[in-house]
């Protein structure tokens, strides 16, 4: 099974996606299953995770209806607030939704320090007892205290979105590079090759912009804890879906069909439990 592990779906809202500036002009609008599947099926991937785009229980009740509309759609990522006295409340009351796979905060626009506040550890320490999975979104800068994260809770799945967003667009790359392996080394966690092409130049990138980028990583995580995500729609503001699909089959083409396999889907529906 081929499976995208990182899509998003919108109703564009000035107010509540205020992120998407007008430099992303491209993508204010709605973004809808009716818009990704001819996609998929160019490319013939057979399924989707869809990751929560705002901080709202709402947006949980809006991706689990559209994942009961569209079977293709096999898990969403929600959000909680994992820093709530209630966070226990909010998790049980998703313990019975088969295809609430995990939540995600946008730990990207926070300070580093919010890894380590004891209320944000508290809440992420409940999500092993669910079989939840954590999505971790952040910045080269948040990975030391990411690193610290992950090594006080060894059982729980986590999984880096976008590689940690280097700095593609400046051709920075070692200090990421070596946080990223320390990071490699917890078998617990898993890496997303997804979201390259927001972080280099939009207009100007190459695949070779991209490679010494991928090349850390798959050398880091081995296949088996890489997982092909588009971040469609997102990506559009730099690449068209089928570029950004080209992106990780071009590189990978020189693997064997086993490791090709774990990318493109296995990789994703292991982690995920997708059936």
Same mark, same amino acid.
């Given at each position: 099974?081929?499976?995208?592990?990182?899509?998003?779906?919108?109703?564009?809202?000035?107010?509540?996606?205020?992120?998407?500036?007008?430099?992303?002009?491209?993508?204010?609008?709605?973004?809808?299953?009716?818009?990704?599947?001819?996609?998929?099926?160019?490319?013939?991937?057979?399924? @989707?995770?869809?990751?929560?785009?705002?901080?709202?229980?709402?947006?949980?009740?809006?991706?689990?209806?559209?994942? @009961?509309?569209?079977?293709?759609?096999?898990?969403?990522?929600?959000?909680?607030?994992?820093?709530?006295?209630?966070?226990?409340?909010?998790?049980?009351?998703?313990?019975?939704?088969?295809?609430?796979?995990?939540?995600?905060?946008?730990?990207?626009?926070?300070?580093?320090?919010?890894?380590?506040?004891?209320?944000?550890?508290?809440?992420?320490?409940?999500?092993?007892?669910?079989?939840?999975?954590?999505?971790?979104?952040?910045?080269?800068?948040?990975?030391?205290?990411?690193?610290?994260?992950?090594?006080?809770?060894?059982?729980?799945?986590?999984?880096?979105?976008?590689?940690?967003?280097?700095?593609?667009?400046?051709?920075?790359?070692?200090?990421?590079?070596?946080?990223?392996?320390?990071?490699?080394?917890?078998?617990?966690?898993?890496?997303?090759?997804?979201?390259?092409? @927001?972080?280099?130049?939009?207009?100007?990138? @190459?695949?070779?912009?991209?490679?010494?980028?991928?090349?850390?990583?798959?050398?880091?995580?081995?296949?088996?804890?890489?997982?092909?995500?588009?971040?469609?729609?997102?990506?559009?503001?730099?690449?068209?879906?089928?570029?950004?699909?080209?992106?990780?089959?071009?590189?990978?083409?020189?693997?064997?069909?086993?490791?090709?396999?774990?990318?493109?889907?296995?990789?994703?529906?292991?982690?995920?439990?997708?059936?």
């Amino acid at each position: 099974m081929k499976i995208d592990s990182h899509q998003h779906f919108w109703k564009y809202n000035v107010e509540k996606h205020a992120w998407i500036d007008d430099s992303m002009k491209a993508i204010q609008r709605d973004f809808l299953p009716a818009d990704l599947k001819p996609l998929l099926d160019k490319e013939e991937i057979d399924g @989707t995770v869809v990751v929560q785009a705002d901080e709202s229980l709402e947006e949980n009740t809006f991706l689990l209806d559209l994942a @009961t509309e569209y079977p293709w759609i096999k898990k969403v990522v929600g959000w909680v607030d994992l820093c709530s006295e209630n966070i226990l409340m909010d998790l049980e009351k998703y313990a019975q939704e088969p295809k609430l796979t995990g939540f995600r905060m946008i730990l990207q626009g926070q300070p580093p320090e919010l890894m380590a506040a004891p209320p944000f550890r508290k809440g992420i320490g409940h999500l092993e007892k669910f079989g939840y999975t954590y999505d971790i979104l952040i910045f080269p800068h948040h990975l030391e205290e990411a690193i610290d994260l992950v090594d006080q809770f060894p059982r729980q799945p986590f999984v880096i979105d976008h590689i940690a967003k280097p700095y593609i667009k400046d051709g920075k790359i070692d200090e990421w590079a070596s946080k990223m392996k320390v990071l490699a080394e917890r078998e617990h966690v898993f890496c997303k090759v997804s979201g390259m092409v @927001t972080e280099a130049n939009w207009s100007q990138w @190459t695949k070779e912009d991209l490679r010494p980028y991928l090349d850390v990583v798959f050398e880091a995580f081995g296949t088996k804890r890489l997982m092909f995500g588009s971040d469609w729609p997102v990506a559009q503001v730099a690449a068209e879906y089928p570029l950004n699909v080209s992106i990780i089959k071009d590189y990978i083409q020189h693997l064997s069909l086993n490791e090709q396999a774990d990318i493109m889907g296995n990789t994703a529906s292991a982690f995920y439990n997708i059936k």
